[in-house]
């Protein structure tokens, strides 16, 4: 009887152990998904941003584009009635 009473009791002790030690895990495991969490959102707003600013770009190398074109319509008329004269 002694022998089942002290079998027990490790037994006990040990599957304690066990739920403390699962239990800090768990709670490790937590706090690093927060922290990944917090991440994916600051990658995820700064995505957005570069977004953004590459839309900005690509309007403004457009525009230049298109001013570029116009002042080489301009410069090739000025230059057909220098010729002409």
Excluded: P, W, Y
């Excluded at 006990?12 to 959102?41: F, M, P």
């Amino acid at each position: 009887m002694k022998n089942v009473i002290k079998i027990s009791m490790i037994a006990l002790i040990l599957s304690l152990v066990a739920a403390c030690a699962t239990t800090s895990d768990v709670e490790n495991l937590q706090s690093q998904v927060n922290g990944l969490d917090t991440s994916v959102k600051q990658a995820s707003a700064d995505a957005a941003k570069a977004r953004t600013t590459a839309a900005a770009a690509e309007d403004a190398a457009n525009q230049a584009a298109q001013l570029s074109q116009e002042a080489n319509s301009k410069m090739d008329k000025k230059f057909k009635r220098s010729m002409t004269k």
